[in-house]
T-cell receptor
Framework: KAGVTQTPRYLIKTRGQQVTLSCSPISGHRSVSWYQQTPGQGLQFLFEYFSETQRNKGNFPGRFSGRQFSNSRSEMNVSTLELGDSALYLC?????????????FGSGTRLTVV | DAKTTQPPSMDCAEGRAANLPCNHSTISGNEYVYWYRQIHSQGPQYIIHGLKNNETNEMASLIITEDRKSSTLILPHATLRDTAVYYCIVRGDTGANSKLTFGKGITLSVRP
């Protein structure tokens, strides 16, 4: 079956712009989580959505937001981009929140802010 | 903050067993130990998880000490493709504890 699909794979944006990243979970998976990975901070949890509701949130500023649609696809948005937002953004899906058989990650979207 | 500590790196010879240690001395009774790995430029990959009993699957074995304060991931016959960063994660099953909190992981280098 198809894995977690993230689009686009690569993105270059200018400081001050906003960006929207997309994640399509594995068919049947209803929970989607987002992570930011940078060389300095490693993998950090952004938020988790289940049944179109945000269930968990990490320690990121309000410029980072997300949403989930009725088909479980999710988007995350970053407004007023800063140079420090350059990172690999990873999406992970699981059948439900707290599912005890692990999350499946996508390959990520690499965002570069210039 | 991550609830686990791992050495920063280790290596092993191809074909030998790789034993990756992890300390999680503050683990709670309802928290699981998960292992993921990340091969360069890819998303993390789930390997195995356990609560208190030892677990084995087609990828690896997980040995959890009786007091649950530490665990070891065993790759029985390491190959060059097992070179990756391995993350040991403690995770609850509900609410805020259900998110994955990654530490720095251990970089495993498998040498020919």
């Amino acid at each position: 079956k198809a894995g977690v699909t993230q689009t686009p794979r690569y993105l270059i944006k200018t400081r001050g712009q906003q960006v929207t990243l997309s994640c399509s979970p594995i068919s049947g998976h209803r929970s989607v989580s987002w992570y930011q990975q940078t060389p300095g901070q490693g993998l950090q949890f952004l938020f988790e959505y289940f049944s179109e509701t945000q269930r968990n949130k990490g320690n990121f500023p309000g410029r980072f937001s997300g949403r989930q649609f009725s088909n479980s696809r999710s988007e995350m948005n970053v407004s007023t981009l800063e140079l420090g937002d350059s990172a690999l953004y990873l999406c992970a899906s699981s059948p439900r929140q707290g599912f005890n058989y692990g999350y499946t990650f996508g390959s990520g979207t690499r965002l570069t802010v210039v | 903050d991550a609830k686990t500590t791992q050495p920063p790196s280790m290596d092993c010879a191809e074909g030998r067993a790789a034993n990756l240690p992890c300390n999680h001395s503050t683990i709670s009774g309802n928290e699981y130990v998960y292992w993921y790995r990340q091969i360069h430029s890819q998303g993390p990959q789930y390997i195995i998880h356990g609560l208190k009993n030892n677990e084995t699957n087609e990828m690896a074995s997980l040995i959890i000490t009786e007091d649950r304060k530490s665990s070891t991931l065993i790759l029985p016959h390491a190959t060059l493709r097992d070179t990756a960063v391995y993350y040991c994660i403690v995770r609850g099953d509900t609410g805020a504890n259900s998110k994955l909190t990654f530490g720095k992981g251990i970089t495993l280098s498998v040498r020919p």
